[in-house]
């Protein structure tokens, strides 16, 4: 089945500067990338989306990359506030047993935004 | 338009209890899919349910059950409660069924088994 793995589990940063948070895929057939912002107490809120025809797609300070042939995929947020601080998850959506999908998760990385 | 609605918000049970769990989807959506998150496993998919019907599962025991009614509110139930079931249970709705819809969460419902 697919697997999901992300990269830093920690990220701390100072207030202005970029974050990266990188995500590798073992499912070639996986076709679709959601990325989630979950606070404390919280649910997780979609943050932006990426589908594997598209290589790349931006919302104001926030990216997402894929690269498809080497099975990985990037959230770029630049200008980090505050607010940012939070933890991030990857997911990849897979078939299992169907037409049907479901998320499979990275283990998240928790960005520290210091002022 | 409203968002994800779960509850109860919050739950404490005793082993051996049974609990269930209720999740309104965004309006006009039609498929729910629940997860379950613990620090150490992480965000783990439960199953899906889309036209009252299950049309995937996770891998969890027998224990775990739910159901989808007409108007797309859903409900799981998890039978003779395990320490070990202690999570935050996690509602996500989306408008169809399939490998690109969005899924979009709900608060959970975090459960604490003594």
């Known amino acids: 089945g697919e697997n999901v793995e992300q990269h830093p589990s920690t990220l701390s940063v100072q207030e202005g500067d970029s974050a990266v948070i990188k995500c590798t895929y073992s499912?070639?057939?996986?076709?679709?990338f959601p990325w989630y912002k979950q606070e404390l107490g919280k649910g997780p809120q979609l943050i932006i989306d990426?589908?594997?025809?598209?290589g790349e797609k931006k919302d104001q300070r926030i990216a997402v990359t894929l690269n498809k042939t080497a099975k990985h995929f990037s959230l770029h947020i630049t200008e980090t506030q505050p607010e940012d601080s939070a933890v991030y998850f990857c997911?990849?959506?897979?078939?299992?047993?169907?037409?049907?999908?479901?998320?499979?998760f990275g283990k998240g990385t928790k960005l520290s935004v210091k002022p | 338009k409203a968002g994800v609605t779960q509850t109860p918000r919050y739950l404490i049970k005793t082993r051996g209890q049974q609990v269930t769990l209720s999740c309104s989807p965004i309006?006009?959506?039609?498929?729910v899919s629940w997860y379950q998150q613990t620090p150490g496993q992480g965000l783990q998919f439960l199953f899906e349910y889309f036209s009252e019907t299950q049309r995937n599962k996770g891998n969890f025991p027998g224990r775990f059950s739910g159901r989808q009614f007409s108007n797309s509110r859903s409900e799981m139930n998890v039978s003779t409660l395990e320490l070990g079931d202690s999570a935050l249970y996690l509602c996500a709705s989306s408008l169809l069924s399939g490998r690109q819809e969005t899924q979009y969460f709900g608060p959970g419902t975090r459960l604490l088994v003594l």
């Open positions: 309006s006009g959506h039609r498929s």
């Open positions: 499912d070639s057939a996986s076709n679709y």
């Open positions: 990426i589908r594997s025809n598209v």
């Open positions: 997911a990849a959506s897979t078939d299992y047993g169907g037409s049907q999908g479901n998320l499979i």
